[in-house]
């Protein structure tokens, strides 16, 4: 179990954002970086105004697909029970 400093004037017991849970150094930090610099411009030109119920970014699921191959996960549904 990992402790977090404790501070007597804090006002939260969980931090508010979850990469205060990842250590500074994870690869999924890497991964987030090197997606970032991805061009999907023209994929999101082509689907920006087309009807139906708007799509998840490219950039999160360009993330979930490496990180799941990092760590050796290549099913679909084994990606999807893990996102879940």
């Known amino acids: 179990m990992v402790l977090g400093e404790y501070r007597m004037v804090q006002s939260f ?4 954002e979850l990469t205060e849970l990842i250590p500074k150094n994870h ?8 997606v970032d610099e991805l061009d999907f411009r023209k994929l999101e030109k082509k689907y920006r105004y087309s009807a139906g119920k708007p799509a998840y970014s490219q950039h999160m699921l360009m993330r979930i697909i490496i990180m799941a191959s990092v760590d050796g996960v290549f099913s679909s549904r084994q990606i999807m029970k893990l996102t879940n």
């Open 27 to 34: 690869i999924c930090f890497f991964i987030a970086d090197m």
């Open 13 to 16: 017991l969980v931090p508010l």
